[in-house]
């Protein structure tokens, strides 16, 4: 399994976690941020379907949604479920690193969620 390639922003100031970087914080407006690597599982916030996929997607659609990992980082990655029966909000998801489509024949890494329930 990859390391997931996400740095968050954490405010000295406040403590709170930005991802992507902001230039300055959204609480404090501080402008001094530690590097963050997501850690443990992520809780998922909110979720959407998406029809009509960009070229270099095999899939029919897929799931995405935003999961909170345990340090706060927030991140958008594609569930990997078949349907939406199953998904719900506040669920726990295991994040891993993968390839997530083809361009010019390479693989693109990107976020996924496996649903842990
Ligand atoms: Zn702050």
Redesign the pocket.
């Known amino acids: 399994m990859s390391e997931i390639k996400i740095t968050g922003y954490k405010?000295k100031?406040?403590g709170?976690v930005h991802y992507p970087k902001h230039e300055q914080?959204l609480?404090?407006k501080?402008r001094d941020f530690e590097p963050l690597t997501p850690d443990g599982n992520a809780r998922l916030l909110a979720y959407t379907q998406i029809f009509n996929l960009p070229w270099g997607f095999d899939e029919r659609f897929l799931i995405i949604g935003v999961g909170e990992f345990e340090n706060g980082i927030k991140a958008m990655g594609q569930i990997k479920a078949d349907s939406l029966d199953k998904i719900k909000t506040g669920m726990e998801l295991k994040p891993s690193w993968e390839p997530v489509r083809h361009q010019y024949g390479e693989p693109v890494y990107g976020l996924k969620f496996k649903p842990l329930e």
Do not use: E, L
Request: charged share 10%.
């Open positions: 405010c100031a406040c709170r914080c609480t404090c501080g």
